[in-house]
């Protein structure tokens, strides 16, 4: 956990610290316990966490692959992992990285979205 951080602020952290590795390989392999699903989890690309009251947010852009018939492909994910003070973790989301272009036009939609409201 990061130190002096503000609750409920994003803050960038080392994509290549031995906790970020922990836990990003441990998102690819609850994932796919819950979903049937083979990928194998490569490295971290980026890191983000958010200090909330009893635990810590991550958002983790990864690199997995998988199998798709004689070809093994890469693709990049964005993980979103909620851990509590006890070590205990849950997987809120794993999905398709989107590139920063789709970012963009996400947040423009959103921020027309809450101008109307």
Same mark, same amino acid.
């Given at each position: &956990?990061?130190?002096?951080?503000? !609750? /409920? +602020?994003?803050?960038? +952290?080392?994509?290549?610290?031995?906790? %970020? *590795?922990?836990?990003? #390989?441990?998102a690819v392999k609850d994932y796919n316990e819950d979903h049937g699903e083979n990928l194998? =989890?490569?490295?971290?690309?980026? #890191?983000?966490?958010?200090? %909330? %009251?009893?635990?810590?947010? =991550? $958002? %983790? /852009?990864?690199? #997995?692959? =998988? +199998?798709?018939?004689? &070809?093994v492909r890469r693709k990049r994910y964005e993980a979103l992992v909620y851990r509590n003070?006890?070590? /205990?973790?849950?997987?809120?989301?794993?999905?398709?990285?989107?590139?920063?272009?789709? $970012? &963009? !036009?996400?947040? =423009? #939609? *959103?921020?027309?979205?809450?101008?109307?409201?």
């Amino acid at each position: &956990m990061a130190q002096k951080n503000k !609750i /409920g +602020v994003w803050v960038p +952290v080392d994509s290549n610290s031995p906790t %970020i *590795k922990h836990i990003s #390989a441990w998102a690819v392999k609850d994932y796919n316990e819950d979903h049937g699903e083979n990928l194998k =989890y490569e490295e971290a690309f980026e #890191a983000e966490e958010q200090e %909330i %009251i009893g635990g810590v947010n =991550y $958002r %983790i /852009g990864l690199w #997995a692959s =998988y +199998v798709d018939g004689s &070809m093994v492909r890469r693709k990049r994910y964005e993980a979103l992992v909620y851990r509590n003070l006890d070590d /205990g973790k849950a997987l809120i989301s794993l999905k398709p990285f989107l590139q920063d272009k789709q $970012r &963009m !036009i996400l947040a =423009y #939609a *959103k921020s027309l979205t809450n101008q109307t409201n």
